[in-house]
């Protein structure tokens, strides 16, 4: 699932919009990190470039979060910028309190996996539900 580049038009209008990586490097942009315990290190600024290849910059945090809600939150606030599927930013998009940045440097795309039992045996209702899943987040991937 593709990645996007957000900021709250108060943080851009408070830091200037980034446009090269060298803004984020030298621009005194921050972000808020997102990560999976509190405690944890933070990965940086994920970005892949015209050569396809993933890599990581290092870059300061205004805070460190452990849940999506707290994420969208501190960006629509202001407080940093943050790398999200478009999926669960549409609100704040439609609604003027996200845009998107650096669209030349999304991250990589993250993996979306369903993890059932086994295949073997697996009910009919199963089987629907898996299809239905990938027809319902077939855009998202896509993008």
Not at 33 to 48: N, S
Not at 107 to 132: E, K
């Amino acid at each position: 699932m593709t990645q996007y580049n957000y900021a709250s038009p108060g943080y851009l209008l408070q830091h200037g919009t980034p446009q090269t990586l060298s803004d984020l490097m030298h621009g005194g942009h921050r972000m808020v990190h997102y990560v999976p315990a509190l405690g944890a290190r933070p990965l940086g600024w994920e970005y892949t470039d015209a050569d396809a290849r993933a890599y990581t910059l290092a870059m300061p945090g205004a805070l460190q979060v452990t849940n999506v809600q707290a994420y969208e939150a501190a960006c629509v606030a202001g407080l940093g910028m943050i790398q999200a599927p478009r999926a669960g930013m549409h609100k704040h998009i439609m609604e003027g309190k996200l845009v998107e940045v650096l669209p030349a440097l999304r991250a990589p795309p993250l993996q979306v996996s369903l993890v059932v039992a086994h295949r073997r045996g697996m009910s009919r209702r199963v089987r629907v539900f898996m299809d239905w899943l990938r027809e319902v987040l077939a855009p998202c991937l896509q993008a």
